[in-house]
């Protein structure tokens, strides 16, 4: 289910935050166990890309951006505007990479849950 996948990814998702404070993790693969990886070739991939950046290594689920309400701003009115975001949307398929820098930026929605909590509002 989505929410156990949310939970899932949240748990990796804090396990390599915490264990990367004391070591020099740069990167945090999610690969699914029935997929072949070639670690070797993964990590020359990884190489070409500056770790003190944002990035998100993997293939996209859907061919345009999808665009959903923001279900976090509070509506004033059967009327009021609410506002919209826009994101690609991946699922992992193959698996995925993210950078250490883009982790760290995602630390506020691993506290307590929030993670699966911001997914449910999605």
């Known amino acids: 289910s989505r929410t156990a996948l ?8 804090t396990h390599f935050l915490k264990s990367a404070e004391s070591s020099d993790k ?7 166990d029935d997929n072949y ?3 070797p070739a ?3 991939k990884l190489s070409r890309y500056p770790v003190d950046q944002d990035w998100y ?3 996209v689920s859907i061919s345009q951006q999808l665009e959903i309400i923001d279900r976090l701003k509070p509506s004033t ?6 506002k919209t975001a826009r994101f690609w ?3 992992g398929g193959a698996g995925f990479c993210l950078s250490r820098a883009l982790v760290d930026k ?4 691993l506290i307590d849950g929030q993670f699966q909590r911001l997914a449910d509002t999605i």
């Not at 740069?26 to 699914?32: E, I, K, R, T, Y």
């Not at 009115?77 to 609410?82: E, L, V």
């Not at 995602?106 to 929605?109: D, F, V």
């Open 57 to 59: 290594l993997g293939k």
């Open 106 to 109: 995602m630390r506020p929605y």
């Open 89 to 91: 949307f991946a699922t």
């Open 26 to 32: 740069a990167w945090f693969c999610h690969v699914d």
């Open 77 to 82: 009115g059967p009327t009021a505007n609410r």
């Open 6 to 13: 949310s939970c899932k990814l949240e748990a990796e998702l």
């Open 42 to 44: 993964l990590l020359e």
């Open 37 to 39: 990886l070639n670690t």
